[in-house]
Antibody
């Protein structure tokens, strides 16, 4: 079964750091680009970051640029999001999502995890 | 940044009716790299349509996508009770990969 499982969420104070992980199984992780998407309570979806298969291409939303770092370890079938200088507005459910395949046409978000909750509050 | 505007914000229809959801982009979406997602309460989103018109694996054929350039549409030909949810469009043609604000499809 194709599966993505996020972990690492929790309560953190403003200015703090957190590292999210996403464990992939049931598919060839190293063949798919990956994304992080978040959803603040009661709000819509917000794309956060993208990383290509070999980590050669990385994109960030302006709202997290300079504070968040996406990375992956293909040997461990894992995706990461290092979040620094956290703010109250970063409070959200964070989803990891794999793309649909190789090539630009398939860079939509195909398989999603169930999400992990990050709460930034004092 | 490409801004996606979805309309209407809320759509009230009855099972069996046809639903038409709109997504308008502030500039042309590269190669029609536009996807539609469905999200039900407390669940992760699931992809319905990619490339503006291609149905994802396992998606019923009552869901269809159309459009190009700046105007895109998701049509549900005959609503089933399980279709009432929130729908998002998203462009993945250029970074940042933006989402629309969503359309809530509710039972009338």
């Amino acid at each position: 079964e194709v599966q993505l499982v996020e972990s690492g969420g929790g309560l953190v104070q403003p200015g703090g750091s957190l590292r999210l992980s996403c464990a992939a199984s049931g598919f060839t992780f190293s063949s798919y680009s990956m994304n992080w998407v978040r959803q603040a309570p009661g709000k819509g979806l917000e794309w956060v970051s993208y990383i290509s298969i070999s980590s050669s291409t990385i994109y960030y939303a302006d709202s997290v640029k300079g504070r968040f770092t996406i990375s992956r370890d293909n040997a461990k079938n894992s995706l990461y999001l290092q979040m620094n200088s956290l703010r109250a507005e970063d409070t959200a459910v964070y989803y990891c999502a794999s793309t649909g395949g190789r090539g630009s046409y398939y860079q939509y978000m195909d398989v999603w995890g169930k999400g992990t909750t990050v709460t930034v509050s004092s | 940044e490409i801004v996606l505007t979805q309309s209407p914000g809320t759509l009230s229809l009855s099972p069996g009716e046809r639903a038409t959801l709109s997504c308008r982009a502030s500039q042309s979406v590269s190669s029609s790299y536009l996807a539609w997602y469905q999200q039900k309460g407390g669940q992760a989103p699931r992809v319905l349509i990619y490339g503006a018109t291609s149905r994802a694996t396992g998606i019923p054929d009552r869901f269809s996508g159309s459009g190009s350039g700046t105007d895109f549409t998701l049509t549900i030909s005959r609503l089933e009770p399980e279709d009432f949810a929130v729908y998002y469009c998203q462009q993945y043609g250029s970074s940042p990969y933006t989402f629309g604000q969503g359309t809530k499809l509710e039972i009338k």
